[in-house]
């Protein structure tokens, strides 16, 4: 099935709309195969997009998303694994800087803002699910949202910064169960999201570092340079999985 | 009959002649334009049906199902009525019965 560029890149925009406006993953991948296959039908017989929505192709996805609900309950998944993944994200980075000590504040307030803002959100996207509100509302709902979940974490790090005193320094056989624990919520978001990016970025991104530090040097600029060179390969996987991704 | 406004009468409108399409035996979206285009209905903008379909289906007048294309293609979504579907159409023939004898009433005096 060969659609037009123009057809594909409406798709495409639909699409990532929908995702944007919450729905389900199961229904825009319905509405957008069917719509994919008119579109086919239609250009075989010399009709355009435009020809066949018969509006503005803005106008037209308003009209299909406010047919479809809000997916709270996806969403909410969504949530808890973008908590967790950044949980995973700061053990192992501490445990790559062979650092892993914790204060009082850090132990309690990281899981305690975790709760609270997994808590949070299921209750906004229930409050959300239940009324329509228009586009402009949600978006504001949900970009104070963001801003109140990161001003929350910033809080921790900086009553960290002005009054934790770290209690607990994580080493050896801990430092190891820690990075297996991290390594863990690694695998599981992979096997979860089909995909081996939630694997790949974090070994380029700790695993280098970790290895320098273990067993080379802690020498400041090696490891900067080690660092640079991780993100660098972060990005050129990220490039080559999009560009193998439009082939598809 | 409740008052409408103009394009919640045409979305009715087209709304009553999907159920019937579908009603006649399941079919899927660009197979419903060429039956409308058919009967004369012409001036239906195709992606007009899919928002429709999205509410009939969510409103349990229409179920689906997915099939392969019969020439080995990918799968498509055929459509077919439901008892909602058949009690809502059957609602909508009578609207339609006394909308259209009052209309013609008023055109033809």
Redesign the interface.
Known sequence: MELSAESREFIENLRVYLFATGKSEKEIEEIVRELADHLYEAEKRGKSVQNVIGMSPKAYMEEIAREMRFDYKEWTKYGIMIILGFFAFILMNDISELRANYSWIQMIGYPLVGALIIFAMMKLFQFMAANRFPKMKEMMLLGSFSLFSIFLFVAVIILDKRYGEVVIEIQGFYAFLLFLIAAGIFVGLALWSKSWVMIIVPVLLFFPELVMRLFITDDPVSLMVVNFISLLSILVVFIYSLKSERKA | MTALDTSQLLKGILEGCLLSIIAKGET???EM?EKLEQYGLTMV????I??LL??MR?ENLVAVKTKAVPSG?????YYYITEDGIAALEHFKKNWAEISTSVNKILNT
């Open positions: 899927y979206g660009y334009i903008k195709e992606g007009s899919y928002p999205l509410r969510k293609g990918p799968q498509r979504k």
